[in-house]
C-alpha cells in the first residue's frame, strides 16, 4: 500500500512491482441531479485515507458494443487514475492525460487496453480521466449551455496542475492524448481557453482532423438539433425538466439521437455522430484561436482505420452474415457518393480497376475519405498557422491481424502505446521492436517535445517545401509524404482546393 497526500485528502494506492496505481480518485464533483448539464465542479475534501486501488465506475454507455466496459456505470464517473514509478515530488517526470475513444458514446479510462504501468515504466506519470459520453457530455441548448464533457477534461487537468507533483510529475511538462474520440477531445482543448497553460504537447490519434471533404461534420447545428429532439422524446420542455428524468431513459433517448444508424443502403461512419465538442464561443472559441505557439502535435492515422468498424467478418454481431452480403457493388458505389462527392465514379473505377473486392473496396474509400484525406487537410492548417507538427501513419500488420483480415485497424496501435500485446498468438516479435519504437516516439515526445526513432533521431517535422512523414511499419521510418489516388481524389472535393497537385 502507498498513502499520498493531495490537497483534498490522502489517496491509498498499490504498488505493483516497481509502479505505483492510484484508481478511482475524485476530481470533480459528482454531475447527477442539479449538476446534470452543468460545467464540472471541483470535488469535496475528504477525511482520512481514500481507498484508490479500485477504479471508480465507467461513465454512462450511450451504445453498448463489444468494446462497453465491464463494471459498474454511473453519471458519478468524474474519476481519474494515475500509474508511477516514483513519488518523489522532485522527480519532475512528464506526465501524459490519456483521454479514451468511443465515439464520445463508450468506452472508458478503466479499460484494460489503457492500463498505464507498462508506459509509465518509461519514466512518465500517467493519467487517464473518465468523462461523461453522449447526450449526458455534450447536449448543446443555448440556455444550458454546451460540452460538458470538455470541462470534465480541464477540470481534470486543472487536478493535475494542483496534485501531480506528489505522484512524482511535472506540471510544467504535460502532453494531452487520445485516440478517435480522445483524439478529437485533444483538437478541442487546443481551442479550450479554460485549458490554456495546463498543457505543453498534444497527440492526436485517428482523429480530431479538419472537416470532412463532401460529407457534413459534428456542429452546434446538429448537437442542438438532437437536444431538441431529444426533449419532445422525453416530454420535456427545458432542460431543467430533463434534469429529473431517470439516466436510463436519457440514455435510450440519447442513443436514439446519436446518429449511429447509418442512411439505407450506406454503411456507419464516424461522420454521422452528433454527440461532439462543439464550437459555442464559451467553453470552445473559434478553432485554435489562442493556441500557444509553443504546443506542439503530433498526429497521424492507421492505414485501415475503417476495418474497425466493417469488420471483414461482416457485422460483427451477426457471424452469420456473410461480407459478400453485407457489403456489395451497390454499397461501394452508395458510399463512393457519399464520401466522394462528384468524384464518386472516377473512385469506383480506379478501386475495381484493381481487383479489390467490393468489401475492399469500400474499406478503402471510408479510410480515406474519413481520416487520410482530412488529416491531410490538417497538415494544411498546422503549417499555415506556423505550428509544428509531426504526421505518422501507423501501418504494422501483427499476424493475427493479417489473419482476421483488420489489418492495420483504427485504434490497432492503443496495444503498442501501452505495452498491451498479451493476445495469445496475435502479435510476435517484430511487434515487441515496433511496441520499443512506439512507446520511444510517444514518450521523447512527451519529454521535450520531437518525436525520436530508436536510434535518437529525429522524426522530420512537417514542411510543406519539403513534406516528410513518419511510418510505423515493421519497421518504422521517415518518408516523403506519399497520397493514394483514392484520397487524391476526394481530396480534389474538398472546397478550396482545385485537384491533388495543391499537396
Not at 479510462?109 to 459520453?133: F, I, K, N, Q
Not at 483504427?410 to 516479435?429: Q, S
Not at 512527451?446 to 513534406?467: E, I, S
Request: overall charge negative; some cysteine.
Amino acid at each position: 500500500m502507498t498513502d499520498v497526500r493531495t490537497r483534498l485528502g490522502t489517496v491509498r494506492g498499490v504498488l505493483d512491482g516497481d509502479v505505483h496505481r492510484f484508481l478511482g480518485i475524485p476530481f470533480a464533483a459528482p454531475p447527477v441531479g442539479d449538476l446534470r448539464w452543468k460545467h464540472a465542479q471541483p470535488p469535496a475534501p475528504w477525511d482520512g485515507v481514500r481507498d484508490a486501488s479500485t477504479f471508480g465506475p465507467a461513465p454512462v454507455q450511450t451504445a453498448v458494443t463489444e468494446h462497453t466496459p465491464r463494471g459498474g456505470q454511473s453519471e458519478d464517473c468524474l474519476y481519474l487514475n494515475v500509474w508511477t514509478t516514483d513519488l518523489d515530488p522532485s522527480a519532475k517526470q512528464p506526465v501524459m492525460f490519456w483521454i479514451h475513444g468511443g465515439g464520445f458514446l463508450n468506452g472508458a479510462a478503466s479499460m484494460p487496453l489503457y492500463d498505464g504501468t507498462a508506459l509509465s515504466r518509461r519514466g512518465v506519470t500517467v493519467v487517464s480521466v473518465e468523462y461523461r459520453l453522449g447526450a449526458f457530455g455534450f447536449l448543446t441548448d443555448p440556455e444550458a449551455g454546451a460540452n460538458f464533457g470538455v470541462t470534465d477534461w480541464v477540470r481534470g487537468l486543472e487536478w493535475v496542475r494542483a496534485e501531480i507533483e506528489a505522484f512524482g510529475g511535472d506540471p510544467g511538462c504535460v502532453t494531452i492524448f487520445g485516440q478517435s474520440a480522445g483524439a478529437a477531445a485533444t483538437r478541442a482543448l487546443l481551442s479550450t481557453p479554460s485549458a490554456r497553460g495546463l498543457f505543453h504537447r498534444a497527440i492526436i490519434q485517428s482523429a480530431g482532423f479538419e472537416d470532412y471533404a463532401v460529407v457534413g461534420s459534428p456542429s452546434y447545428e446538429r448537437a442542438h438539433t438532437a437536444t431538441q429532439r431529444m426533449k419532445s422524446a422525453l416530454g420535456c420542455d427545458t432542460v431543467d425538466g430533463m434534469r429529473a428524468v431517470e439516466p436510463e431513459q436519457v440514455r435510450v433517448a440519447s442513443l436514439a439521437n446519436s446518429g449511429i444508424f447509418p442512411p439505407e443502403g450506406q454503411v456507419h461512419t464516424p461522420a454521422n455522430l452528433v454527440w461532439y465538442p462543439v464550437v459555442d464561443d464559451d467553453v470552445i472559441t473559434p478553432e485554435f484561436e489562442g493556441w500557444p505557439e509553443n504546443v506542439p502535435v503530433m498526429f497521424g492515422c492507421t492505414e485501415d482505420e475503417s476495418r474497425m468498424f466493417i469488420r471483414p467478418d461482416a457485422l460483427y454481431a451477426h457471424p452469420e452474415v456473410r461480407p459478400e452480403d453485407a457489403y456489395t457493388s451497390d454499397t461501394l458505389v452508395n458510399m463512393a457518393r457519399a464520401l466522394g462527392g462528384d468524384a464518386a465514379d472516377d473512385i469506383v473505377k480506379e478501386l475495381t480497376g484493381r481487383g479489390l473486392t467490393p468489401y475492399e473496396a469500400i474499406a478503402e474509400v471510408y479510410t480515406a475519405a474519413v481520416w487520410l484525406e482530412p488529416a491531410l487537410a490538417t497538415l494544411d492548417r498546422f503549417d499555415a498557422l506556423g505550428r509544428t507538427s509531426y504526421y505518422y501513419r501507423f501501418a504494422r500488420v501483427s499476424p493475427g491481424a493479417e489473419k482476421d483480415g483488420t489489418r492495420a485497424f483504427h485504434a490497432a496501435e492503443n496495444a503498442y502505446i501501452f505495452g498491451r500485446l498479451d493476445r495469445a498468438g496475435y502479435y510476435d516479435d517484430v511487434d515487441l521492436v515496433v511496441q520499443d519504437a512506439v512507446q520511444t516516439a510517444w514518450t521523447e515526445f512527451a519529454r521535450t517535445g520531437v518525436p525520436r526513432h530508436l536510434d535518437g533521431t529525429a522524426w522530420p517535422a512537417y514542411d510543406a517545401g519539403d513534406p516528410r512523414f513518419t511510418v510505423i511499419g515493421d519497421v518504422t521510418t521517415s518518408k516523403p509524404l506519399e497520397i493514394s489516388p483514392v484520397t487524391a481524389l476526394i481530396r480534389s472535393q474538398r472546397p478550396g482546393v482545385t485537384g491533388a497537385e495543391e499537396n
